[in-house]
């Protein structure tokens, strides 16, 4: 310990509060991580494909991961037989994205969601 | 003088009213269209749910077999080229291609996402003329990824081309017989 006074005391002060200030410390450091990892979370895209989340309920079990084995060797020799086994891999795979007509902007089209449409003086008058 | 800062008011006042601002359309919103945009945006606040939950299984889906293609069939098929000597080239380039507009495509969706939310997210009865506006511009971002969708299925198709090309080549020349 040191021989000053002054200097003995305010040590004495600092390791009476060192767990509490062990505590905040270490809740400061928890909450940066969380806020870092959140910010990465949102800013990366993950938070929109995370389909844990309970506005995407419906569609959670649709969701799957696609496990099909797909081997096409990055090495070999390139004969008939190869060149037809990836034709065949190909057109398998892409005929699963280029015949799907998904993102249509019909579906947020003035038709289709009737924004501007008055549709109270679509309802028919009760027969007198 | 005056005549200027009468028109300079004039046109703040034109700035600040309640216009919808679409990219290219400005679409004026009279009052009866507010009140309608009052009347029936809770209804399409449910609608564009679905629609937003059908997208986003549409995106995991689509980069899920985008994913496949480029590192399972064209990246392997590139490198086997490469390592037979053949002229891969323009398969190479249409793969560097068809994976920079992927990135487009899931920026592009990312945007369109986050917009889709901001409405849905957003008290419509108290902001119908946020909502219209908000609304509009997630319809350009849901057009801009399908343009992105587009161009991916060209560079699919271009691929395709290129390959069927390479294989008829590589074959006549070690035949010596068209396939």
């Known amino acids: ?128 | 003088m005056t005549k200027a800062i009468v028109a300079t008011i004039l046109l703040m006042l034109i700035a600040v009213s309640p216009l919808a601002h679409a990219e290219d359309v400005q679409v004026v919103l009279t009052d009866q269209d507010i009140a309608l945009i009052r009347t029936n945006c809770v209804g399409v606040q449910s609608s564009m749910q679905r629609v937003h939950s059908s997208d986003a299984l549409a995106r995991y889906n689509l980069a899920q077999q985008y994913n496949i293609i480029s590192t399972k069939l064209m990246a392997p098929m590139n490198s086997r080229v490469s390592l037979n000597k053949l002229n891969g080239v323009a398969m190479t380039q249409t793969t560097v291609d068809f994976d920079e507009t992927v990135s487009e495509f899931k920026l592009m969706y990312q945007q369109y996402e986050e917009t889709t939310s901001r409405a849905l997210k957003m008290n419509c009865k108290d902001q119908p003329v946020s909502f219209y506006d908000t609304l509009v511009m997630a319809r350009s971002q849901k057009a801009a990824v399908r343009d992105a969708i587009n161009r991916i299925n060209i560079l699919l198709q271009q691929y395709d081309t290129q390959f069927d090309q390479l294989r008829a080549q590589a074959l006549q020349k070690t035949t010596g017989v068209t396939p």
């Open chain 1, 1 to 128: 310990m040191s021989d000053d006074p002054k200097l003995a005391a305010e040590l004495s002060r600092w390791s009476q509060h060192r767990f509490v200030m062990l505590i905040v410390g270490v809740i400061c450091i928890a909450l940066f991580l969380v806020s870092a990892a959140l910010s990465l979370y949102n800013n990366s895209g993950a938070s929109q494909l995370d389909f844990s989340s309970p506005t995407y309920q419906d569609i959670r079990k649709q969701a799957r991961r696609d496990t099909t084995q797909v081997d096409f060797s990055a090495t070999g020799t390139l004969d008939k037989a190869a060149y037809d086994q990836f034709k065949k891999m190909y057109t398998e795979r892409t005929g699963k994205v280029v015949n799907v007509n998904s993102f249509d902007e019909k579906a947020l089209s003035e038709e289709s969601l009737q924004l501007l449409v008055d549709h109270s003086t679509d309802q028919s008058v009760p027969a007198q």
